[in-house]
């Protein structure tokens, strides 16, 4: 049982983003917690989908509201008469009161430069997260988006803990009814019994055509091995199969549709050409329960070609592919 005086010491899961990046970040703060025997509080108020900055992300989608995987965890409203203990990690938030939530639709930089006390390196976090030491500090708040690694560099999931860990962790997430049912509902219509191949295209939509190495800038290329990676599917496998398609990107959503009749996507107003990704712009809760969908139903997939996007966490680590491919690696391979 959890005692007073250790059910205070606590990690806080704060992250204004998208989804993926959300649970993955989620999932650092519980593994630390799970080896530090610390409680874990979700804390992902000021979402970038919700109008209500005092509603927590978390419980919209989640029916969680004890544990994950044996670590007790807060959320909700409780999370802002959580009696948080002194001092905290990083010392920022020692000056920096832990409720006051940065502005949302900040970019990092501006992030970083705007709330500098609170600040400490991915890489410091990251460490942290997984190297499996603790720190004295009753309370330590994660507020990075802790992909794996210090960088962005490395975009892969190599360096995560190992598999059946993360398995664990996803598969304490329970949806709530209504994003289950929406998953249901789709599937029984659109799956059926049929051979299903997802492919996830982070296309970026403007919002990457800055960013040096990041497929925003190549959108021609991303089509391309979008493609050869589904030829190269058909090589191992040449039982026919439909495939669910999804994207930020409606240029990426037309060039499959005029190329293949078999293209299956979910019902979603996908943003204008270049006005960034789904989950910038106005809030709007319904986006946040569909990504949840696409990822559950990435999951029901036979196989799946993808970006290196955070979007893909939840899909690779739910289920085990017949055959999966990462189209940033076919297009730094082959190009």
């Not at 720190?135 to 992909?147: D, K, N, Q, S």
């Not at 051979?195 to 982070?202: A, N, S, T």
């Amino acid at each position: 049982m959890w005692g007073v005086h250790t059910f205070l010491r606590a990690v806080v899961s704060k992250r204004i983003a998208g989804l993926g990046a959300c649970l993955i970040s989620l999932f650092s703060a519980w593994y630390f917690a799970r080896r530090t025997n610390r409680c874990l509080l979700i804390d992902w108020r000021n979402s970038m989908y919700l109008a209500d900055a005092s509603e927590n992300l978390f419980d919209l989608l989640f029916e969680n509201r004890s544990s994950i995987a044996d670590v007790p965890i807060v959320t909700g409203h409780q999370v802002s008469t959580f009696p948080f203990e002194a001092p905290f990690y990083p010392a920022g938030w020692n000056q920096q009161n832990i409720h006051v939530i940065p502005e949302r639709y900040m970019r990092n930089d501006i992030l970083d430069a705007a709330y500098p006390e609170i600040q400490s390196s991915r890489a410091l976090q990251y460490d942290l997260a997984h190297r499996g030491d603790d720190v004295e500090a009753p309370t330590v708040v994660f507020h990075h988006g802790l992909r794996d690694g210090p960088t962005d560099k490395d975009r892969s999931f190599s360096r995560f803990p190992p598999r059946d860990v993360v398995e664990e962790f996803v598969e304490h997430l329970i949806e709530t009814a209504a994003v289950s049912n929406l998953v249901e509902d789709f599937a029984a219509e659109h799956f059926g019994q049929r051979r299903v191949v997802g492919l996830h295209v982070r296309h970026g939509n403007g919002e990457l055509s800055t960013i040096d190495g990041r497929l925003g800038n190549e959108p021609e290329d991303l089509l391309d091995h979008c493609e050869a990676a589904l030829d190269q599917l058909k090589q191992v496998n040449s039982l026919p199969f439909s495939l669910f398609l999804c994207t930020d990107s409606i240029d990426v959503q037309e060039y499959f549709r005029e190329r293949l009749s078999n293209v299956i996507t979910f019902p979603k107003s996908l943003p204008a050409r270049g006005e960034g990704a789904m989950h910038t712009g106005k809030p709007k809760a319904d986006l946040a329960v569909i990504a949840l969908a696409e990822m559950l139903l990435l999951s029901r997939c036979d196989a799946l070609i993808h970006t290196d996007s955070q979007f893909t966490f939840f899909p690779l680590f739910k289920t085990r592919f017949s055959w999966s491919g990462s189209l940033d690696h076919l297009m730094h391979n082959n190009g």
